[in-house]
């Protein structure tokens, strides 16, 4: 007896045993259970989710001899002969083969004659889009009113290419694709009734390299179980699929954060040693450095069953957010790059050294994205508090997104107030804050946080400042503005913050202060101008509200 692959053998034959698409299942069983059949039903999705599979099963539903059911007998003849594709009133056409206006024409000239042994005569067409706009347009009319023996289900991996005459003459499921957990559960199954051993590490790899598709599953299954010799085990499809392994990537950001370049170099040299891709290899780095991200932001989303689990929350916590997101960007960019490069071990080691480039020194320190409780109010104290972990005359290190900014910066000489030159023990603002905080040269969210507070106090070398947001008091935003205080006054400046009601002596309130007094004046001036009141004494016409802007000209 020939061998029967895995993805026919274990091809689903009733809607309980179909996998990952219950919202299409519910659908369909609750219209087969209520008797209310529609004539033509449209399955959307990727390769390999189930399309033919349901079209099957619901000419299995339709046509059972015990009659219309969500749960047919699978021993009757129209049962067991729509599984082995010989039903004589089942017809799978395939688009891509029989795309022009002859062949449609010629199938709906045969949808008039009833069943021959059936209930219902049903034509499922895969890859509907592939038809020509003829063949579209010759079977509109039947479609739409077909004859009541005439089921029709459509098929298609491109919806979009369908034309909507069509697709309203439907019912439209969306099949999704499978997630990982589903096709692992799945190849479990299978693989326990094939008694074939297998690593559940090996079954991930699978799933994941399936990307979204049972029936790729189950094809890479058959190949692993050739390439393995019966024994299915994360080495063996590793080395069949050619991955990279999880521990190279964790050495490779060990190395990374570290700055170690001859680490890297080893890697690489492993990597091409083995035989694997360095396109794969970024896109794999991409991959773990956002599930650092997001463990970073949310510590609970760490699955506990991955064999990397302690490593992600390791690196969640002693790298820097700025660094997680620089060097995916690098990783993302680069495998793009690839193909520029003279070859792909130039340009992994390329994009490598670039992560360690760009990185400014201490920005690998990790950053407190989550603080237990919150932060009690700072009091302002005359002595002066030591940065800790900081010696005398060390260079203070800018977060990364403070670096991004102050490269951006326009430097403008003359709106920027001058430096204090030398360091005094107290901290004396030359100007009033609204004026001098306008004239701090930053960017972005510092800067809004310096033009949207008031200062209350200024004692000894600590800065009290009130703000009406907290949110825009944390984060990087407030250690820039820190860092710019301290170039300009010479010394370390404390600044604290609370959260209350600014007064209106904030720069961003003068300045909403000042707009509107320029607004206010442009409107009068608009209302009292000869030509506009003569306008509106013979015409009747009206100033539009919202329509006059300052610095606008008046004349109309």
């Known amino acids: 007896m020939s061998y029967l692959v895995l993805a026919r053998k274990w091809r689903p034959r009733s809607f309980d045993t179909l996998v990952g698409q219950d919202h299409v299942v519910r659908a369909l069983t609750h219209a087969l259970t209520t008797q209310r059949l529609h004539h033509a039903w449209l399955f959307t999705g990727t390769r390999g989710v189930g399309k033919t599979t349901l079209s099957r099963i619901l000419a299995k539903a339709l046509n059972c001899e015990k009659g219309i059911t969500a749960t047919p007998c699978g021993v009757c003849q129209a049962c067991t002969e729509i599984d082995e594709g010989r039903f004589v009133d089942y017809l799978e056409l395939d688009a891509a083969s ?26 499922m067409i895969d890859e509907v889009h592939m038809l020509s706009g003829h063949a579209f347009n010759a079977m509109l009319k039947t479609l739409e009113e077909p004859p009541p023996h005439v089921k029709f289900i459509l098929a298609t991996t491109d919806p979009q290419k369908i034309p ?41 790899l699978l799933g994941q390299a399936a990307g979204g598709s049972m029936r790729d599953a189950l094809s890479l299954t058959d190949q692993a179980i050739a390439y393995s010799a019966g024994n299915l085990t994360e080495e063996a499809v590793r080395g069949m699929l050619g991955t990279i392994d999880q521990r190279h990537l964790v050495r490779l950001l060990d190395a990374l954060q570290a700055g170690q370049a001859s680490t890297v170099l080893e890697i690489a040299d ?65 495998r793009n790059e690839l193909v520029l490069a003279p070859d792909e071990y ?56 403070a670096v991004v900014a102050s490269v951006k910066a326009p430097t403008v000489q003359s709106a920027t107030p ?130 006059v802007h300052p610095g606008q000209s008046n004349s109309i």
């Not at 029989?98 to 059936?118: D, H, I, K, W």
């Open 98 to 123: 029989n795309r022009g206006v002859e062949e449609m024409t010629q199938l709906l000239e045969q949808a008039v004659y009833s069943p021959s042994v059936g209930r219902f005569k049903v034509y």
């Open 164 to 204: 909507v005459t069509v697709l309203s003459r439907c019912l439209q499921f969306n099949l999704k694709q499978m997630p990982g957990e589903a096709i692992v559960g799945h190849l479990e199954n299978v693989l326990a009734q094939e008694q074939m051993p297998y690593e559940v590490l090996a079954l991930r």
């Open 270 to 334: 492993e990597l091409a040693t083995r035989g694997l891709s360095y396109r794969a290899a970024l896109a794999d780095l991409a991959i773990m450095l956002s599930r650092i991200a997001i463990v970073q932001r949310v510590p609970q989303a760490v699955d506990q069953t991955d064999p990397i689990a302690t490593d992600l929350s390791r690196f969640a916590t002693s790298l820097h957010a700025d660094v997680v997101q620089l060097f995916y960007t690098v990783a993302v960019h680069s």
């Open 346 to 401: 130039a340009g992994f080691v390329m994009a490598c050294l670039r992560m360690l480039a760009l990185v400014p020194r201490g920005a690998q320190e990790p950053e407190k994205l989550l603080p237990a409780e919150p932060a009690p109010q700072r009091v302002i104290d005359s002595t002066p508090v030591a940065a800790p972990n900081q010696a005398a005359g060390a260079v203070v290190a800018k977060p990364l997104a």
């Open 418 to 547: 001058t430096p204090a030159r030398a360091p005094s023990s107290d901290v004396v603002l030359p100007e009033p804050w609204a004026a001098f905080s306008a004239k701090l040269p930053l960017t972005g969210m510092a800067m809004q946080l310096a033009r949207q507070s008031e200062c209350v106090a200024v004692k000894g070398r600590a800065i009290l400042l009130r703000v009406s947001n907290k949110a825009l008091s944390e984060g990087v935003h407030a250690e820039r503005l820190r860092v710019v205080l301290k170039e300009f006054f010479g010394q370390d400046v404390q600044v604290a913050f609370e959260v209350g009601v600014v007064q209106g002596q904030s720069a961003h309130a003068l300045d909403q202060a000042e707009q509107q007094t320029r607004q206010q004046d442009a409107e009068a001036s608009v209302q009292i101008d000869p030509f506009v009141q003569a306008l509106v004494k013979d015409f009747g016409a009206q100033v539009v509200p919202g329509s």
